[in-house]
C-alpha cells in the first residue's frame, strides 16, 4: 500500500503562482512513477504531468508547458508540481498518483491516489 497526500492548494490570482506537494509513505516510493492530474467541475480527470522514478522522463500536457514544473525529492518521498502564471481555467482539485514502470498519462494506469488539494485561480 501507498498512502498519498497532497497540500500547497489555495486560491490564488491569475498571473500567481503556487507550488503542490505530495508525500508518500508505506511501500517503497522512488522507483515510482509519480503524476499529477486535475479535475474541475463537471469535466473529467485529467493528466497535466508526471514524471519518472529518477527523474529523467517527464510529461506535461500542452496547456501547461512553460508554466509548471514537476519534480521529487526521493529521499523525502515527495513530489512537487511548481505553478506558475495560473490561470483561471487552471482551476480544479489537483490529485498526485502513484503507479510503477514506466510514465503514463492516463489515469487508469495509476494505482494510487490521494485526496486532492483544491487550487482555485480568480480573474
Known amino acids: 500500500q501507498v498512502q498519498l497526500v497532497e497540500s500547497g492548494g489555495g486560491l490564488v490570482q491569475a498571473g500567481g503562482s503556487l507550488r503542490l506537494s505530495c508525500a508518500a509513505s508505506?511501500?517503497?516510493?522512488?522507483?515510482?512513477?509519480m503524476g499529477w492530474f486535475r479535475q474541475a467541475p463537471g469535466k473529467e480527470r485529467e493528466f497535466v504531468a508526471a514524471?519518472?522514478?529518477?527523474?529523467?522522463?517527464?510529461y506535461y500536457t500542452d496547456s501547461v508547458k512553460g508554466r509548471f514544473t514537476i519534480s521529487r525529492d526521493n529521499a523525502k518521498n515527495t513530489v512537487y508540481l511548481q505553478m506558475n502564471s495560473l490561470k483561471p481555467e487552471d482551476t480544479a482539485v489537483y490529485y498526485c498518483?502513484?503507479?510503477?514502470?514506466?510514465?503514463?498519462?492516463?489515469?487508469?494506469?495509476?494505482?494510487?491516489w490521494g485526496q486532492g488539494t483544491q487550487v482555485t485561480v480568480s480573474s
Open positions: 508505506g511501500r517503497t516510493y522512488g522507483r515510482y512513477t
Open positions: 514524471i519518472s522514478w529518477d527523474g529523467g522522463t517527464i
Open positions: 498518483a502513484n503507479k510503477g514502470g514506466l510514465v503514463q498519462t492516463t489515469p487508469e494506469f495509476y494505482d494510487y
